[in-house]
């Protein structure tokens, strides 16, 4: 079992910056990939960035790419998102999740435990 707690969210003008912020607990940190996705209402959750085991591998979705940073420092069993020139579109419930074969996935499919999700919304 993981738990995932997530934090950072918070209304925010366009242009601003967030840093999300995902504490695990219960299996070793180091042993699974993690990954950000989003929801906006209506809308099916998507994938946002992904992060191997090792933070050797990171991929991120075509909209995010170049504004938003993920990172992962497992001493402190926490996941990243450094979320920079933020847009509108960005508003949405934002989850962190795991999955247990490390490499870092894209898919929702392909992870097994979620947290709750944290508000982010941009103001225009």
């Known amino acids: 079992q993981v738990q995932l707690v997530e934090s950072g969210g918070e209304l925010v003008q366009a242009g601003g910056s967030l840093r999300l912020s995902c504490a695990a607990s219960?299996?070793?940190?180091?042993?699974?990939?993690m990954g950000w996705f989003r929801q906006a209402p209506g809308k099916d959750r998507e994938f946002v960035a992904a992060i191997s085991w090792s933070a050797g591998r990171t991929y991120y979705a075509d909209s995010v790419k170049g504004r938003f940073t993920i990172s992962r420092d497992n001493t402190k069993k926490t996941m990243y998102l450094q979320m920079n020139s933020l847009k509108p579109e960005d508003t949405a419930v934002y989850y962190c999740?795991?999955?247990?074969?490390?490499?870092?996935?894209?898919?929702?499919?392909?992870?097994?435990?979620w947290g709750q999700g944290t508000q982010v919304t941009v103001s225009s």
């Open positions: 999740a795991v999955d247990l074969q490390g490499s870092g996935a894209t898919m929702t499919y392909e992870y097994d435990y």
């Open positions: 219960g299996r070793p940190f180091s042993s699974y990939g």
